[in-house]
């Protein structure tokens, strides 16, 4: 299946992925109908992060929506973006662009195609409403168990008063939307004309499940990656593999950061698009993939097939 990329200023093209540097909405705007199998996503949350503004704050630990979290056992934490400062605005604007985003991935992707967006148990309604509003099925909700260090604080600036409260639950978890563009017929019909429709097992006698256990990327893929919202391969591979029940198809990450999705495509043999629209991170994802892609993992080994 040929695997269009509409070429922006940047790109590069391998046998099995192609990278663009642009922004996703443009780019799935002059995108061909019905030529992506599975989108594989951890977009932008609350917009505001990952603009330029705050990008700059961050590069300069000036903080900004960014969160440094306290090292309190010698580690080296990344930054959290702090969701709770978000306005009724920043809400309404997010939920424009999840119904902006789910229209146009209703039309590039094939009919039984899923999608698979990370997001986070204060902020998933903004997502998944928009996604049901424009047509797709909701299919479920993968959890992925993580310490996220996101909540479990006591009331600021009244830590001593309120020693036993907690503001917040700690987050441990990371929900991640399952969405399905609806079959052409019966299933079966669907997998033989499209290969989509359902999802790939994790073994003859095992199916895939919605509770993946998995903690933040460390060590070596974090220095390959320095992406404050890098996903571990051990994961998200997990992922990518069930997206692709017939092992054929483009997988698409409009969002890529440093790439961790279209790594591990290329890990399990399929082709993928990734966009990003952040020079630097794209850069990053430039020198990553091909890094990140051949980290032998616990889970899924090399090869998704
Ligand atoms: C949550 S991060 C994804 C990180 C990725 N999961 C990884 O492992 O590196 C979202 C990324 O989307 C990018 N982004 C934000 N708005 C975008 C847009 N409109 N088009 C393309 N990329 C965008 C940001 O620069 C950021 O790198």
Redesign the pocket.
């Known amino acids: 299946m040929e695997v269009k990329a509409v070429v922006l200023p940047i790109n590069r093209s391998s046998k099995n992925y192609s990278m663009v540097c642009g922004?996703?909405?443009e780019w799935l705007k002059k995108a061909s109908h019905h030529s992506i199998h599975a989108v594989v996503t951890?977009?932008?949350y609350g917009l505001i992060e990952?603009k330029p503004d705050q990008l700059q704050k961050l590069r300069g630990k000036k903080g900004g929506v960014w969160r440094i979290p306290p090292s309190f056992d010698g580690c080296q934490r990344t930054p959290l973006p702090r969701f709770t400062v978000l306005t009724e605005d920043d809400k309404n604007e997010m939920k424009r662009f999840f119904w902006r985003l789910a229209n146009l991935l209703r039309k590039v992707l094939v009919p039984g195609g899923h999608v698979f967006i990370a997001t986070n148990p204060l902020l998933s309604y903004l997502v998944y409403e928009p996604f049901i509003s424009v047509g797709f099925e909701k299919r479920g909700e993968i959890a992925r168990t993580t310490q996220t260090l996101r909540g479990g604080d006591r009331p600021k600036n009244a830590h001593r008063e309120f020693p036993d409260v907690s503001v917040m639950p700690r987050s441990c978890w990371e929900p991640w939307g399952l969405f399905r563009n609806p079959c052409e017929g019966r299933v079966q019909d669907n997998l033989r004309k499209w290969g989509t429709g359902a999802l790939r097992r994790i073994s003859e006698d095992e199916p895939f499940k919605d509770l993946i256990g998995s903690g933040p990327a460390r060590g070596h893929e974090r220095k390959i990656?320095p992406?404050p919202?890098?996903?571990p391969q051990a994961f998200i591979r997990q992922i990518v593999r069930a997206a692709l029940p017939l092992g054929d198809g483009v997988i698409l990450d409009?969002?890529?950061?440093?790439?961790?999705?279209i790594a591990a495509a290329e890990a399990c043999g399929f082709k993928s698009i990734g966009?990003?629209?952040?020079l630097e991170?794209y850069k990053m994802a430039l020198r990553a993939i091909p890094l990140l892609s051949t980290i032998k993992t616990e889970i899924g080994g090399l090869s998704g097939r």
């Open positions: 922004d996703a909405l951890d977009p932008p990952y990656a992406h919202s890098l996903k409009p969002f890529m950061g440093s790439g961790s999705t966009i990003e629209k952040d991170y």
